[in-house]
């Protein structure tokens, strides 16, 4: 069964250091995995996804096969960067599955 | 509007009572998704509309949840003599179609409706 994990509910770092959220998967199949954020009081927003190797706001996340892992990194958390962060894992082409969420505080 | 909108934003409903949840979808957009989220919990699939199609509906915890798209673009959620456990924030999501690579995965999400049953 496709199973999305997000082993820390919350993670404080101080602003300027590097963060990384975990992310690690269990699917049979090939993954496709993102990342999406919610700010507060504001939607949930696709923030990256593995097939575009993009980096944005300054993240990025690599989809590790022999990990099952998709961790997101910044190498200098910013105060706005707080938010829940979600990471999901698309399978059967019209099915997202999300993990529990990791709240990220950074703090000045 | 430019995103997708639902109504009402929150809801309050004594226990065995119905409630219907609106979700506007982005002008065009083939695909509509629903999404259950309970406090402290990530987004979890109810189902989902290919136009007015309802292609999966395998997530709809009982027969007491009921979703349509008559149309192919408004989707109703309703939900019958509301339980205590339907409480949860429902998310509405649609993308413009996902065969095409480019936009595999970006679906964009409404603001959701917090259902709380008393």
């Known amino acids: 069964a496709q199973r999305v994990t997000q082993p820390e509910k919350l993670l404080s770092v101080f602003k300027g250091a590097p963060v990384e959220l975990k992310c690690n998967y269990s699917y049979s199949g090939s993954p496709e995995l993102f990342w999406y954020v919610q700010y507060s009081r504001q939607r949930l927003q696709l923030l990256l996804r593995h097939i575009s190797r993009e980096s944005i706001k300054g993240f990025t996340a690599d989809l590790n096969k022999g990990e099952t892992s998709f961790h997101l990194k910044k190498p200098f958390a910013q105060e706005e960067d707080s938010a829940m962060y979600y990471c999901?894992?698309?399978?059967?082409?019209?099915?997202?599955?999300f993990g529990s969420g990791t709240k990220l505080n950074v703090k000045p | 509007g430019a995103g997708v909108s639902q109504s009402p934003r929150y809801k309050v409903a004594k226990r065995g009572q119905d409630v219907a949840l609106r979700c506007d979808p982005i002008?065009?957009?083939?695909?509509l998704f629903w999404y259950q989220q309970a406090l402290g919990q990530g987004p979890e699939f109810l189902t989902y509309f290919q136009n007015e199609a309802q292609l999966d509906k395998s997530g709809l915890p009982s027969d007491r949840f009921f979703a349509e798209r008559p149309e192919g673009s408004v989707s109703t959620l309703k939900i019958q003599r509301t339980q205590q456990e339907d409480s949860a924030v429902y998310l509405c999501?649609?993308?413009?179609?996902?065969?095409?690579?480019?936009?595999?995965?970006?679906?964009?999400f409404g603001q959701g409706t917090r259902l709380t049953v008393v």
């Open positions: 999901a894992l698309r399978y059967n082409f019209n099915k997202f599955y």
């Open positions: 999501a649609s993308s413009l179609d996902l065969g095409t690579q480019s936009r595999i995965g970006e679906a964009f």
């Open positions: 002008s065009g957009h083939v695909s």
